[in-house]
């Protein structure tokens, strides 16, 4: 089982921008989907993005515009990066490796540990 491992969370103020990484041992993230998740206190899990083997990418409505994600085959890292932080983003954000490569499957292999994301002034 691939062990994923996320960082990047923190403390920010309204408006401003974080970039979680997701790292995992050798070239593995490489050839699968990967999926980003957030779980706010007191509420159900909830998709966000992901993206293919491939660097093809979607989005949920409410990250449009703000959430980028991307990979770096270099570096064997999927990034989430994300602008125009308000409260209401305030979560832990896992990211998830897909049973294979595309988005379309909604069967996860392995999951991160998570790092919590806090946007407070």
């Known amino acids: 089982q691939v062990q994923l491992v996320e960082s990047g969370g923190g403390l920010v103020q309204p408006g401003g921008s974080l970039r979680l990484s997701c790292a995992a041992s050798?070239?593995?993230?490489?050839?699968?989907?990967i999926a980003w998740f957030r779980q706010a206190s007191g509420k159900e899990r909830e998709g966000g993005s992901c993206?293919?083997?491939?660097?093809?990418?979607i989005y949920h409505d409410y990250v449009k515009g703000r959430f980028t994600t991307a990979r770096d085959q270099v570096k064997h890292t999927v990034y989430l990066q994300m602008n125009s932080l308000n409260p209401e983003d305030t979560a832990v954000y896992y990211c998830?490796?897909?049973?294979?490569?595309?988005?379309?499957?909604?069967?996860?292999?392995?999951w991160g540990q998570g790092t919590q994301v806090t946007v407070s002034s």
């Open positions: 993206i293919s083997a491939n660097d093809g990418t």
């Open positions: 998830a490796q897909v049973r294979g490569g595309d988005c379309d499957r909604s069967d996860f292999a392995s």
């Open positions: 050798g070239a593995i993230l490489d050839y699968f989907a």
